[in-house]
């Protein structure tokens, strides 16, 4: 377990002096034209890849109707589904994470609106920030169909509206199971939040979610909680 965060530090080290992403990059974007209709059950589960799974994961958790956020991998077989295999690239996984919302409180179109606004930049294919490869791409899980219908749709609409310079380049893969990391990576935001490649690259993300969407944000932060 040393020798792994070790590891990982080591890594995270080299990459935060190499780029990072700065406060206040994140933006409102216009809301999805195509939503989930309104749901009478109290949870739904939606599946997300932009980049180093710990912000991802830590902005979720700080998300008003969210009730679970857990960090894994999305897009490979379940024999891949471990940190250093998925970190050759060559496995097919993305870091993703699978977040667990009550719909009657927020709606997957509303998730998705702060995937794009704030979670990540998804002009950039198959890398984020300082990480490089496709296992850092921007990517959407559909559960079902029509949370595909959603997820098409709204791409789609940024980029006929060209909301951002660059085209939108999220896949939508569907179809794919998730596989939960492994313990050590669950709630390092909230965990080592003076962690170097925290501070420069994640922190501000969460910053974001509180300034653009305030009225989505808590601070109070909903966690994993399995720290071995």
């Known amino acids: 377990m040393r020798y792994l965060l070790a590891s990982v530090a080591a890594l995270c080290a080299v ?3 190499s780029g990072s992403a700065a406060s206040g990059d994140g933006r409102l974007v216009p809301a999805p034209t195509v939503d989930m209709p309104a749901a009478n059950r109290s949870s739904d589960v939606a599946v997300v890849a932009g980049g180093c799974f710990w912000g991802v994961q830590g902005v979720y958790q700080h998300v008003t109707g969210v009730t679970s956020a857990v960090a894994g991998y999305a897009g490979g077989e379940e024999q891949t589904a471990e940190y250093e295999m998925v970190g050759t690239g060559r496995t097919g996984h993305a870091e993703s994470v699978r977040i667990v919302f009550d719909p ?3 709606s997957y179109g509303r998730l998705l609106q702060i995937f794009f ?3 990540h930049d998804p002009t950039e294919r198959n890398r984020q920030g300082p990480d490089e490869g496709p296992q850092y791409r921007s990517a ?3 559960v079902n169909d029509e949370q595909a219908r959603v997820a098409k749709a709204y791409v789609a ?3 006929e509206a060209h909301v951002f310079p660059a085209d939108v380049v999220t896949t939508i893969e ?3 199971e998730f596989y939960r ?3 050590y990576h669950q709630d390092f ?3 080592h939040p003076s962690y170097p490649y925290i501070v420069v690259n994640d922190l501000p993300k969460v910053a974001d979610l509180k300034r653009v969407f305030p009225d989505r944000y808590r601070a109070r932060p909903a966690l994993v909680g399995s720290v071995e």
Request: charged content about 20%; hydrophobic content about 50%.
């Open 181 to 183: 990391a492994e313990p």
């Open 174 to 176: 569907a179809g794919r």
């Open 117 to 119: 606004s704030v979670v």
């Open 15 to 17: 990459a935060c002096v």
């Open 157 to 159: 609409q940024l980029n």
């Open 140 to 142: 959407i899980f559909p």
């Open 104 to 106: 009657r409180v927020i």
């Open 189 to 191: 935001l909230e965990r």
